[in-house]
């Protein structure tokens, strides 16, 4: 394939609120809206579908306020930075001038919309390639396909300056921001395969071997360019930051027949690295999990062909309590702590939410329960902790996903959506 070039065309001026920076002072939640029957004289009428998807934020009080339309094809490829003032989104088109990753830039005196990427998939040789901000917002980080392997690259919002952060011909991929914004962690197989360049040293080129599918976790630091590498387990999926100093990743993968999937910790500092075991018997499979913003707890569902169990324990191995309270389908928990800590809160994935609010504390006692209607589904705490964002369902209405924000113990939720009249996808909180 031909080296990976950047472009900054197709640009045209956004329609975006001239309050927008002003708006992203405090923490808006994100979403979607695609097919939006808004001419329909009665919510129960049919109306012909469209293929429009808008995206909004909407603030704690149910404020709307849309920032971008798009074609519904783009659907959850959409990748917002962390200050809200800038975005990713993939546009499909059957015009090869015109499919391509795109980036919207709201914080000039003209929001604009740009072309940074003539691509038209996000899978690249195989690997899904999502970008990731900066925690600023002025940059992205990309994998891309490049010559004969993948390289991380950066690139400013605007489309400038874009940067080859590991030329070094093997397979780097899943690059994700630090949160202060030093260093990209990234998975590689560079320890395997140093290249796939034909004739180079060490080279996998030939059909030797098959393209990875995974790889080790790596460190790179922006200002240096060192990379250090951080786990000797092989992982299948992304690294995830806990916060500046912890990473977090996983190895085993059950779906390709492994027995165990286990749960790493590692200090980037020290570079000291922990693999979770409960004291006792512990869980081989451990999935959905969420570390606590310190990194002292984590909340997991064992994987077993009995029952659905839920594990909230300490990073020593401590179980504060093991349950089957709670059953969600597949497998699909999605638990969420409050940044400063005190607060997690559970829910279902994908509209298998039998359960209304569930807000616990460390020790596992209730901070705030209710029933449904609504269910509470992927639930998400705002950066200042004050308030919780679940997608939920009340079939006393509609049956249909909806947004609702409510306070920090999940009481007095409000439907942020509930006016408006297509299906509804959302992306969690950004700015404040």
């Known amino acids: 394939m031909p080296v990976t070039s950047f472009l900054y065309d197709n640009w045209e001026i956004i329609d975006a609120p001239d309050n927008i920076l002003t708006l992203l002072q405090s923490p808006l939640v994100a979403f979607t809206n695609t097919n939006n029957r808004s001419t329909a004289g009665a919510a129960s009428t049919p109306q012909v579908g469209n293929d429009i998807q808008t995206l909004y934020y909407t603030s704690s009080s149910g404020e709307r306020t849309p920032i971008l339309n798009m074609d519904a094809s783009t659907g959850r490829d959409i990748f917002i930075a962390p200050t809200g003032d800038a975005l990713a989104y993939m546009r499909y088109d059957n015009n090869p001038n015109v499919a391509g990753l795109y980036a919207?830039?709201?914080?000039?005196?003209?929001?604009?919309?740009?072309?940074?990427?003539?691509?038209?998939?996000?899978?690249?040789?195989?690997?899904?390639?999502?970008?990731?901000?900066?925690?600023?917002?002025?940059?992205?980080?990309?994998?891309?396909?490049?010559?004969?392997?993948?390289?991380?690259?950066?690139?400013?919002?605007?489309?400038?300056?874009?940067?080859?952060?590991?030329?070094?011909?093997?397979?780097?991929?899943?690059?994700?921001?630090?949160?202060?914004?030093?260093?990209?962690?990234?998975?590689?197989?560079?320890?395997?395969?140093?290249?796939?360049?034909?004739?180079?040293?060490?080279?996998?080129?030939?059909?030797?071997?098959?393209?990875?599918?995974?790889?080790?976790?790596?460190?790179?630091?922006?200002?240096?360019?060192?990379?250090?590498?951080?786990?000797?387990?092989?992982?299948?999926?992304?690294?995830?930051?806990?916060?500046?100093?912890?990473?977090?990743?996983?190895?085993?993968?059950?779906?390709?027949?492994?027995?165990?999937?286990?749960?790493?910790?590692?200090?980037?500092?020290?570079?000291?690295?922990?693999?979770?075991?409960?004291?006792?018997?512990?869980?081989?499979?451990?999935?959905?999990?969420?570390?606590?913003?310190?990194?002292?707890?984590?909340?997991?569902?064992?994987?077993?062909?009995?029952?659905?169990?839920?594990?909230?324990?300490?990073?020593?191995?401590?179980?504060?309590?093991?349950?089957?309270?709670?059953?969600?389908?597949?497998?699909?928990?999605?638990?969420?702590?409050?940044?400063?800590?005190?607060?997690?809160?559970?829910?279902?994935?994908?509209?298998?939410?039998?359960?209304?609010v569930i807000v616990r504390d460390t020790a596992f006692d209730v901070v705030g329960q209710t029933n449904p209607p609504p269910s509470m589904c992927e639930p998400e705490y705002s950066p200042d902790s004050r308030f919780l964002a679940f997608t939920g369902v009340n079939p006393r209405i509609d049956g249909r996903i909806d947004v609702y924000i409510a306070d920090r113990r999940g009481y007095g939720a409000i439907n942020a959506t509930g006016t408006l009249r297509g299906s509804i996808d959302m992306f969690g909180w950004v700015g404040g």
């Open 104 to 356: 919207v830039t709201m914080s000039l005196s003209s929001p604009l919309s740009g072309r940074v990427l003539p691509i038209t998939s996000l899978i690249q040789r195989g690997i899904p390639m999502q970008p990731s901000w900066s925690p600023d917002g002025t940059r992205m980080a990309v994998a891309l396909a490049s010559g004969y392997d993948i390289d991380i690259f950066t690139v400013g919002r605007d489309g400038s300056s874009p940067i080859n952060l590991t030329d070094t011909g093997s397979y780097d991929f899943y690059p994700v921001w630090s949160p202060d914004g030093r260093s990209i962690a990234f998975v590689s197989d560079r320890a395997q395969c140093p290249s796939w360049r034909p004739g180079e040293p060490g080279t996998c080129d030939g059909g030797t071997q098959p393209p990875p599918t995974g790889g080790y976790v790596y460190l790179l630091d922006i200002a240096t360019r060192n990379v250090t590498q951080l786990s000797e387990q092989w992982v299948t999926e992304p690294p995830r930051w806990i916060n500046p100093r912890q990473l977090t990743y996983n190895s085993g993968d059950p779906a390709f027949g492994d027995p165990e999937r286990s749960l790493w910790i590692v200090d980037i500092i020290t570079r000291q690295t922990q693999r979770l075991t409960l004291n006792g018997v512990d869980d081989p499979i451990k999935l959905s999990e969420a570390w606590s913003p310190t990194g002292q707890f984590v909340i997991y569902q064992a994987a077993n062909a009995t029952d659905t169990v839920i594990v909230l324990t300490t990073i020593a191995g401590t179980a504060v309590v093991r349950t089957t309270e709670f059953s969600f389908a597949r497998y699909g928990l999605s638990a969420a702590w409050s940044p400063d800590g005190t607060s997690l809160a559970l829910g279902g994935v994908n509209g298998n939410c039998p359960y209304g």
